[in-house]
T-cell receptor, first 113, second 113 residues
Framework: AQSVSQHNHHVILSEAASLELGCNYS??????LFWYVQYPGQHLQLLLK??????LVKGIKGFEAEFIKSKFSFNLRKPSVQWSDTAEYFC???????????FGAGTILRVKS | GAVVSQHPSWVICKSGTSVKIECRSL??????MFWYRQFPKQSLMLMAT?????????EQGVEKDKFLINHASLTLSTLTVTSAHPEDSSFYIC?????????FGPGTRLTVT
């Protein structure tokens, strides 16, 4: 079945550590890719998106993601995390020919101060 | 981006009763809204696509007679959980679409006792 996979469900990092969250999808064709963040008690917010063009996209709060078409991946990175980055992160794919989103299972990030 | 509200934010109801959840697009006319549900520690699962002025489109496995969706105006979609049972307890989230981006409401937590 076509799906979106996030590699880690829980990640614990110390402040200033680097972050990389993996996301792979299994849809063929042209897809739109998203990373959303859900801070405790808040609604989903868009971190960044990729539709076309430069495969390295920069988002808010110092996050970036790289689209690697050959690997069907869209990994999220941040060079130095902060305690305030503690949240749940969702990768989402908009498959071809539609505007629905398919979400990964989410990764809960806890940053220790 | 679009601003989306949901009401109520939390509701507790008795088994067998019906509950209506509202999703409002506050600053954007939304012809399409999506309804998701999120179980604890799980990802968002798309339930249905709400289309203004026409019938909703339900995802496979979602009972349309149980989850009634009405999208009567460009700013309001409602989800009614009919004859609710404890297994319907979940977090229900709506979103609106603008230029292939989805903007999410804060969610409604439903607890059925």
């Amino acid at each position: 079945a076509q799906s979106v996979s996030q590699h880690n469900h829980h990640v614990i990092l110390s402040e200033a550590a680097s972050l990389e969250l993996g996301c792979n999808y299994s849809y063929g064709g042209t897809v739109n890719l998203f990373w959303y963040v859900q801070y405790p008690g808040q609604h989903l917010q868009l971190l960044l998106k990729y539709f076309s063009g430069d495969p390295l996209v920069k988002g808010i709060k110092g996050f970036e993601a790289e689209f690697i078409k050959s690997k069907f991946s869209f990994n999220l990175r941040k060079p130095s995390v902060q305690w305030s980055d503690t949240a749940e992160y969702f990768c989402a794919v908009m498959p071809p020919y539609g505007n629905k989103l398919v979400f990964g299972a989410g990764t809960i990030l806890r940053v220790k101060s | 981006g679009a601003v989306v509200s949901q009401h109520p934010s939390w509701v507790i109801c008795k088994s067998g009763t019906s509950v209506k959840i509202e999703c409002r697009s506050l600053d954007f006319q939304a012809t399409t809204m999506f309804w998701y549900r999120q179980f604890p520690k799980q990802s968002l699962m798309l339930m249905a696509t709400s289309n203004e002025g026409s019938k909703a489109t339900y995802e496979q496995g979602v009972e349309k007679d149980k989850f009634l969706i009405n999208h009567a105006s460009l700013t309001l979609s409602t989800l009614t959980v009919t004859s609710a049972h404890p297994e319907d307890s979940s977090f229900y989230i709506c979103s609106v679409v603008s230029s292939y981006e989805q903007y999410f409401g804060p969610g409604t937590r439903l607890t059925v006792t």
